[in-house]
């Protein structure tokens, strides 16, 4: 990997007392707090002659000072109280300052003792780089700072940005994975995921969304666009990253808070700061046209531990388990049997929307063979002759998809349906103009801001499905 080949160069070039360096040191270009969350400057070279003699083989970052907390920002964007402000910790500042550097090489760097800071307190030394060696300390990635503090690194971390790296995809898929983008602004990037396709890596996975977006997606930012939320594989819909690490930050308290708040029974504040809607086609309907689904869910192992499984929990004194609250309503029905459902969850538990419709609904989602399993044997039964495929529509859906994905197949015409869930519409607060208001003005009041709304249109196979419960 390239941080490890890195590493061996920073090992190999760490600072002796006895040889102060006389080269130019490096420092990030960041001028204030907010410049540093968006900047897209990679690490330059400074001529700094009154001090390139004291800091020796090192890498000198920019004073510490009182920056934006992305976690408390967030929890206020929320609605919640940000309390105290969080401590900053060596690591979080090394990652904010040094957003091309990945971050697996700086926490190696922490743990092999590579860090060093010279406390706001020291005065300057005019002894040579000697004297200013004598003054650095070790410094954990734990260890909080105070105003002025200065982290320095071995100075070989900037070969990294002389190191090139080529884009893993073909023009055609740069295309396709940059097609799926509908909004962009300074802080986020929202993407229409299309379905079978995984969003994060993981054991047999080749290719996934993460690594996708960090080649097509990172456009002339210095930093890839990170994950804030999850869809699963196999369904679609509205998918957020952060194209920073302090928008990723604020996002990641969003979507946590939200969880939280759902789960102390905040249930009345008909404004939600985050507000998701899934479109689902189901099998049967529900008894009631809407309603508010309490379940709490648990984990269960399944076929000899090989695999697992989400499951109601009724008695959560023996069983661990997370509460899981899920709005929903009918938005149609048809004669065939299946219902459009409208899913609105509260919390953001794993599989939580698909268990829900299974167990407690009673409705399993079409395409869905790990809850709804047995509805699907009898999918023979549920699907009438009529909902065959034309010819024409065949000849339609030979046509290839990039990544194998077969994303004209799959709708309720076929002996193997897709699942059909698709996260349609998404309410979120507008973190790219709280950013801006909170950096020019620390007063501001954030809950009137507007909210950014997002729509995704259905995917193929579901809008294919639609229309032929609708002709």
């Given at each position: ?52 003699s ?14 934006i ?37 700086i ?29 650095l ?15 320095f ?6 070969e ?30 929202a ?21 996708l ?48 708040g ?113 509805a ?23 046509k ?50 507007e ?21």
């Amino acid at each position: 990997m390239l941080y490890t080949k890195l590493l061996r160069g920073v090992l190999l070039q760490l600072p002796r007392k006895s040889a102060p360096d006389r080269a130019a040191r490096l420092a990030v270009s960041i001028s204030q707090p907010y410049q540093s969350h968006y900047s897209t400057k990679t690490l330059t070279r400074v001529n700094d002659n009154d001090n390139k003699s004291k800091r020796g083989k090192w890498f000198t970052l920019p004073p510490f000072n009182s920056t934006i907390s992305g976690a408390a920002l967030g929890k206020q964007l929320a609605g919640g109280s940000t309390g105290d402000t969080a401590e900053t910790t060596a690591l979080k500042w090394v990652l904010r300052c040094c957003p091309e550097l990945p971050r697996s090489l700086i926490q190696k760097l922490f743990r092999l003792r590579q860090v060093r800071r010279e406390s706001s307190g020291m005065e300057s030394s005019n002894n040579g780089g000697q004297a200013q060696e004598a003054k650095l300390k070790r410094v954990a990635a734990k260890d909080s700072l105070s105003l002025g503090d200065r982290i320095f690194l071995p100075i070989s971390v900037q070969e990294f940005h002389h190191e090139k790296q080529d884009c893993p995809c073909t023009e055609e898929e740069v295309n396709f994975i940059r097609s799926l983008e509908f909004y962009k602004d300074p802080a986020i990037i929202a993407i229409n995921k299309p379905p079978g396709m995984p969003v994060q890596g993981g054991v047999g996975i080749k290719r996934s969304l993460d690594e996708l977006a960090a080649a097509c997606l990172t456009y002339d930012f210095s930093e890839s666009p990170r994950l804030v939320h999850r869809l699963d594989r196999d369904s679609s819909g509205i998918l957020v990253m952060g194209r920073t690490q302090m928008s990723a930050t604020v996002l990641h308290s969003i979507f946590r808070e939200k969880t939280f708040g759902a789960s102390r029974d905040d249930l009345d504040n008909e404004k939600r700061i985050l507000q998701r809607r899934y479109w689902a086609l189901v099998i049967g309907s529900p008894r009631h046209p809407k309603g508010l689904i309490s379940a709490p869910l648990g984990k269960v192992v399944v076929d000899n531990g090989k695999s697992d499984r989400i499951t109601i929990v009724d008695n959560a004194q023996n069983m661990s388990s997370q509460h899981a609250i899920t709005e929903y309503r009918v938005i149609g029905s048809s004669s065939h049997g299946y219902t459009w459902l409208e899913l609105s969850p509260l919390t953001g538990r794993k599989h939580q929307l698909r268990v829900h419709c299974a167990e407690v609904l009673g409705t399993p989602i079409v395409g869905d063979y790990k809850y709804g399993w047995q509805a699907h044997r009898r999918w023979k039964e549920l699907h009438p002759p009529d909902l065959s495929k034309s010819s024409n529509e065949k000849l339609f859906m030979e046509k290839p998809s990039p990544f194998g994905l077969g994303l004209e197949n799959g709708s309720i015409s076929e002996k193997q349906p897709r699942l059909h869930l698709h996260c349609k519409e998404m309410v979120l607060p507008d973190v790219s103009r709280a950013l801006q208001n909170v950096q020019l003005s620390s007063g501001c009041d954030l809950l009137e801001l507007e909210s950014l709304k997002l729509v995704a249109p259905l995917p193929l196979h579901m809008q294919r499905s639609w229309d032929i419960l609708n002709s």
